[in-house]
């Protein structure tokens, strides 16, 4: 597939589409022109999106590696370290690498679409350099305008019925600052200040207040283990100090850790680190745990809010 930017090793287009039959005509060929170049290629979409890409393959869909995005991608703060990079980074004796990605889907709610946005900006820096293409489609019918026009900030190229176009409205920095939105926490939300002899207590405070919702088993072990993680980062990394906030919302969890320190990088938590690397794990396994991570950070310090099954 030719771009407007194959010049660069990381091409990063978006494809805008309407029905099915423009999907399957966007997606199926970019796949074969991979396996006729004996590119590795992966598909993480929606499962109905998966079923046309499988029969627009045929019997070539047996080489394609096929991810439900709904669930691997439920957090979008997963979706870099684990479906792309873990795809790409176990190929690096490729040529070239193809992914076809599609993070927002009509059903995706507007809690979860700041998150998603800013992962498809994030895209851009996680992959410079690399010799990677990721596809990311766009239902054109079914996504609101604003989408769409958040689309063309994150993606320099821009792909429709019509042809392929450079995108002038390219902007991922300014999408990233943009939905780096302050978070309002409800007035009846528990509360719990902390610092590093208070760890432990943070800990119990959570896990009893988790009880109180309803939460038990495995569910209350991820909980009480974000919960250390975000609160250990507070102390070590943040301020040394924080505050943290639970309540229950739409039949999940919500566990928020507010400190006065600031997060300077943007890919904290979804870059892996190098097996050797001491630390640094702390924000991923957040993300690995919870169904959606959002973060608000500035000059009065970093919030970060995970929601987690209920």
Known sequence: MSTATSHEPFVHPALFYRGADQYVAGTVPFLREALDAGEPAAVAAPPDRLELIREGLGE????VRFIDMTEAGRNPGRIIPSVLRRFADAHTDASRIRI???PIWQGRSSVEYPACVQH????NAAFTGRAVTILCPYDADQLQKQVLSDALATHPVVIDADGET???AYSPEQIIARYNEPLVFPAGAAACSFGAESLPNTRDFAVSQARSMGVSGVRLGDL??????????????????GILR???????IVCEV???GQLTDPLAGRRPPHPTQPGGRGLLLVHQLADLVRVHTGPDGTTIRCYLPG
Do not use: F, K
């Open 120 to 123: 498809e900006a994030l895209i």
């Open 246 to 252: 639970m309540w229950a919302e739409d039949g999940r």
């Open 258 to 260: 507010h400190d006065g």
């Open 224 to 241: 009480e283990l974000a919960v250390a993680e975000l609160t250990t980062n507070s102390v070590v990394h943040g301020a040394g100090s």
């Open 166 to 168: 450079a995108s002038t």
């Open 60 to 63: 070539r869909a047996a080489a």
């Open 100 to 102: 076809i990605g599609e």
